[in-house]
């Protein structure tokens, strides 16, 4: 199959509608259909999510919001394997026999090594997952295998030299904003995945919703230039003109956004000079008021012995620190979480947080930040 030749944007998954904000499997199905719905009417068709999305029950999820109402040749699906949590290789057989049942399929259009890292490369070589893909694909159980990878360019091209043959593409962190990005280094593994003529898929291109709502003085060099294309359309635009890119992965919550995304994703046009040298001035402004580089997986809550909402409390730090939103409403915001969570303040500095995300932050000293403008110069008391 020639994955260049495929539909160029795909409906990721890691971050569906729910009723309840703080519970991710009270899926909204009645607005998960109509986003499902709206997306393949306007004719695309490739779903991606994962073992471990929503708390383990996106897979379910997409069973019902998709697989059990639409024709399977509508659409293409992509689950990824949780190597992470693997004790011993028993576990992958089982796993991904649990994978087709919870999807309800007989086989998956791509399939992916999720999240590959050091440690889970390690995992990968030690418990045979390469082989394991390889035999599924030979029966028929995986049409398309691919990696998701969150690591250096070094460790990628140690992966490629060893396992290309395996691989039929990379999904990869790329966004303008982790394109030189020490953490990501998007610009560097994107060049290791062409060195090995390995097609790219996308994940993150707006990184979590950063890249929508950018701060003021950066939206009005977008609007300026184009008062009619959405901050997510510069974003998705820019990841999916990058050199061997054949799809680009976002996630949407309103009808809305699918009708804006699709509409530049169907008639597709490169980024060109003038809107690239207004993404790289959008870039510095991004930057120079970004303090947390977090994306928002939520990779780093599963474990956590306190309960802290990690993400959530990073997304309100770096809110005041772009100045979009005000501090007390962010305060109230803080107060909010922190009645079913614990507050940044409880952490134990025990770092299996640390250990799982895939933007590698040092997520306790931020954590340290978050106390200091959360808990210490708090102006409304916090949960005791
Ligand atoms: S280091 Fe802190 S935030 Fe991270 S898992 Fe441990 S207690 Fe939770
Ligand atoms: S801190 Fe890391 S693992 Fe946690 S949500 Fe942010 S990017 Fe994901």
């Known amino acids: 199959m020639n994955l260049m030749k495929e539909k160029k944007f795909g409906f990721g998954c890691m971050r569906l509608p729910v009723l309840d904000k703080g519970d991710p499997t009270s899926f909204d199905y009645e607005l998960i259909n109509k986003l499902f719905d709206a997306y393949l009417e306007r004719g695309f068709n490739f779903f991606d999510t994962a073992y471990t999305y929503h708390g383990y029950q996106a897979?379910?999820?997409?069973?019902?919001?998709?697989?059990?109402?639409?024709?399977?040749?509508?659409?293409?699906?992509?689950?990824?394997?949780?190597?992470r949590d693997f004790k011993d290789s028993d576990d992958i057989e089982r796993i991904f026999n649990e994978q087709l049942t919870n999807c309800g399929v007989d086989f998956f259009d791509y399939y992916l090594l999720h999240n590959i890292g050091s440690n889970v490369f390690v995992k990968c070589e030690n418990y045979g997952a390469f082989d394991f893909v390889a035999k599924k694909k030979a029966e028929g159980k995986i049409k398309v295998v691919g990696m998701s990878f969150h690591d250096t360019p070094e460790l990628l091209d140690e992966i490629l030299s060893k396992y290309a043959d395996r691989l039929d593409f990379v999904q990869l962190q790329i966004n303008y904003i982790d394109w030189e990005q020490p953490n990501v280094q998007a610009r560097r593994c994107l060049e290791i995945a062409n060195k090995y003529s390995k097609p790219v898929s996308v994940m993150e291109p707006c990184k979590g919703g950063t890249l929508v709502n950018v701060p003021k003085e950066a939206e009005k060099l977008m609007k300026d230039y184009n008062p009619n294309a959405s901050t997510a359309s510069w974003a998705l635009r820019y990841a999916a003109s990058q050199k061997g890119v054949f799809r680009v992965l976002s996630g949407m919550n309103t009808i809305e956004q699918v009708e804006d995304n699709t509409s530049f994703m169907a008639d597709f046009k490169p980024l060109n000079e003038e809107e690239i040298a207004i993404v790289e001035k959008v870039t510095k402004i991004i930057n120079d008021k970004t303090a947390i580089q977090c994306t928002g997986c939520e990779y780093c809550t599963h474990g956590c012995p306190k309960n802290i909402a990690i993400p959530k409390n990073f997304a309100l730090y770096n809110s005041i620190m772009r100045t979009t939103g005000s501090f007390s409403s962010q305060m109230v915001y803080y107060n909010n979480i922190a009645i079913n969570h614990g507050k940044a303040s409880e952490c134990i500095g025990c770092k299996q947080c640390e250990r799982a995300c895939p933007q590698h932050l040092s997520i306790t000293t931020y954590l340290?930040?978050?106390?200091?403008?959360?808990?210490?110069?708090?102006?409304i008391p916090t949960r005791k």
């Open 368 to 379: 340290k930040d978050v106390v200091e403008k959360f808990e210490k110069n708090s102006i």
């Open 59 to 83: 897979e379910k999820a997409i069973c019902k919001a998709l697989v059990e109402r639409h024709p399977r040749n509508s659409f293409q699906l992509a689950t990824k394997l949780p190597l």
